[in-house]
């Protein structure tokens, strides 16, 4: 894959999918910035590329705070002056059932997953479409099989990653012109710490599983592939979606799940 010295800001790559992404993304050959609320874990992500010979530095990032972007994006302009690609995973998974999803954490769950999307896409617009003059440039944003489909004690994740499929395909036709290509990735259960955790809270919440090993074992079950994801099967989908060879994918939506919605 063509991706050998891109710039690439991931966010959310203290943990799961965002730290995978940037093992993979580096492993090729992308100089990685790293940003998470939690410093400390982008801070180990940066390590452990560096250990690995790439390059890396992490930052420090509240994607659904306007200021905290405008930061990030300074300090990547200064210190490279371009930008070729984002790639949104920062998130967080509210389960419950829905007349128990009091409107706070309901507004949290759409601060948290979508304006955090359509803040970043804002912030680097600029950026990026400078970058892209030379060879385009690539946003990814994590949606979910939940952004396609309903599922029981998920209306407010479901609600946050609908809207963030359908904003990917408005903002691409509108960053067409500029050469910035703007995709969703959709994954099925993926074993990251909010994947599982999402299982353990609808446990809680008295789904009838009786363990977590039980319910990951009926999702795989259920799967058509006989498993659950593991980041890198999602990390290896976003490097393809950064990557030249797919300079004619935009506005579309890649699912990652095994063959789950396809029955
Ligand atoms: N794991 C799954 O099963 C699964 C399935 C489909 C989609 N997704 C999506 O993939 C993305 C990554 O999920 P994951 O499984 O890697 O989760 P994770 O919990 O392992 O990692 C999420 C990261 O986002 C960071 N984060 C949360 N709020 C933030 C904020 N305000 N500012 C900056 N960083 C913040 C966390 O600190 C954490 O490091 C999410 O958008 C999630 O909704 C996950």
């Known amino acids: ?15 799961g999918i965002g730290r995978q992404t940037c093992l993979t993304l580096a492993a090729h050959g992308v100089r990685i910035y790293a940003s998470d609320l939690n410093a400390k874990g982008a801070v180990e992500t940066c390590e452990e590329i560096q250990d690995a010979g790439g390059r890396a530095t992490s930052l420090q990032h509240d994607v659904t705070d306007q200021a905290s972007w405008c930061e990030v994006v300074e300090v990547i302009e200064r210190q490279e002056g371009r930008l070729n690609g984002l790639v949104n995973s920062a998130g967080l998974m509210v389960v419950r059932p829905f007349h128990e999803t009091e409107f706070e954490l309901y507004r949290r769950q759409q601060t948290v997953n979508v304006d955090s999307v359509w803040l ?15 060879g385009g440039a690539s946003v990814v944003n994590l949606s979910s099989i939940l952004g396609l489909k309903g599922g029981a004690m998920h209306s407010a994740y479901c609600t946050s990653k609908g809207a963030v ?38 446990i809680d919440h008295g789904a009838p599983m009786p363990s977590l090993e039980a319910a990951v074992s009926m999702v795989a ?3 058509p592939l006989g498993r659950a994801a593991q980041p890198i ?8 979606l950064c990557a030249d060879e797919s300079q004619y ?5 890649l699912v990652v799940d095994g063959g789950f919605t396809a029955q």
């Open 221 to 223: 079950q259920r799967t």
């Open 120 to 134: 970043g896409c804002q912030a680097t617009r600029t950026i990026l479409s400078r970058s892209a003059a030379s």
């Open 165 to 202: 499929r359908l904003m990917s395909k408005a903002i691409a036709v509108e960053f067409g012109k500029l050469r910035i290509r703007v995709n969703s990735v959709h994954p099925g259960l993926v074993e990251t710490p909010l994947g599982l955790g999402s299982m353990q809270d609808m």
């Open 1 to 15: 894959m063509q991706l050998e010295d891109k710039i690439i800001l991931v966010t959310g790559a203290a943990s």
């Open 233 to 240: 099967d999602v990390a290896n989908v976003i490097a393809f």
């Open 249 to 253: 994918v935009t506005g579309s939506e």
